[in-house]
C-alpha cells in the first residue's frame, strides 16, 4: 500500500524502497525483491550473516536492477490494479518513447490461482514487435496496449516481472518474462531482429 499511495504524488526517484532480511528464505528474497524494484532499490541486511547463496543472489538482483533503474528515475508510471481493490497489484513503468517497459505484478498472500485482469499498457508502441522470450511468443505493440492477462500462481506471496526493451534502429522489441531467480536478462538483439546482426541467448 505504501508504494502505489506514494507514487500518487511522488515520483518514483524520490522513493527508496528497501529489501529487509529475508532469514534465507530465497523465495522470500526474490518476493522482497521485485516488490522493491517499484523505486530505488536498497537493502537492510547484514552482509556478514549472510550465506554465500544469499549474497550470490543479491549480486545479480543488483546487476539486473541497474538495467532498468533509469525507467524509475526517468520514465513514467502506471498504475493498473490497485491492492484495495485486487488480490494483487499491477503497475508499470515506460521510457519516454515507449520502447522500454517494465511491468511489475505483485500478488497478495490471499490471491487466487487465475488470471489478472486485462492490463493496458498505452505506453508500448503500436507499430513495435515484442517477443517473450521464454515462450517465444510475439505481441504487436497494439496488442499490449489492448490488454495482457497474466497468470496468477495463486500459492502466496509472490511477483513478476515482465521486461522489454528496444534492441535495434527499427520498431522492434524484445518482451522478457521472469518467475523464476536466474535474473538472466540481456539487451542485445534476438534471433528475429532484422535491426542488427546480433543474437540472444535465450534463457530456459
Not at 508510471?77 to 521510457?95: G, H, R
Not at 518513447?97 to 505506453?123: Q, Y
Not at 508502441?125 to 496496449?145: F, H, M, N, P, Q
Request: aromatic letters at 10%; proline letters at 5%; hydrophobic letters at 35%.
Amino acid at each position: 500500500m505504501i508504494q502505489p499511495s506514494a507514487l500518487i504524488a511522488y515520483p518514483a526517484a524520490t522513493m527508496s524502497c528497501h529489501v529487509s532480511n529475508p532469514h534465507e528464505n530465497l523465495r522470500s528474497l526474490d518476493y522482497r525483491y521485485k516488490v522493491a524494484v517499484g523505486g530505488m532499490l536498497g537493502y537492510e541486511l547484514n552482509i556478514l550473516n549472510m550465506s554465500e547463496a544469499v549474497k550470490k543472489i543479491i549480486a545479480a538482483q543488483i546487476a539486473q536492477y541497474k538495467s532498468f533503474e533509469h525507467l524509475m528515475r526517468e520514465g513514467d508510471y502506471y498504475n493498473l490494479a490497485f491492492p484495495t481493490k485486487y488480490p494483487y497489484s499491477a503497475y508499470y513503468y515506460a521510457a519516454p518513447d515507449g520502447m522500454e517497459l517494465l511491468l511489475t505484478v505483485i500478488e497478495k498472500g490471499d490471491c487466487p490461482r487465475g488470471k489478472t485482469k486485462k492490463l493496458r499498457l498505452k505506453a508500448a508502441r503500436a507499430d513495435a514487435v515484442y517477443t517473450d522470450t521464454i515462450s517465444g511468443k510475439t505481441y504487436r505493440g497494439e496488442e499490449l496496449r489492448a490488454g495482457i492477462t497474466p497468470e496468477l500462481l495463486g500459492d502466496g506471496d509472490r511477483a513478476q516481472l515482465l521486461i522489454d526493451d528496444n534492441n535495434g534502429n527499427l520498431p522492434y522489441a524484445t518482451w522478457h518474462y521472469n518467475t523464476c531467480q536466474k535474473h538472466t536478462f540481456d539487451t542485445i538483439c534476438d534471433n528475429s531482429c532484422n535491426a542488427c546482426t546480433w543474437t540472444r541467448a535465450v534463457p530456459g
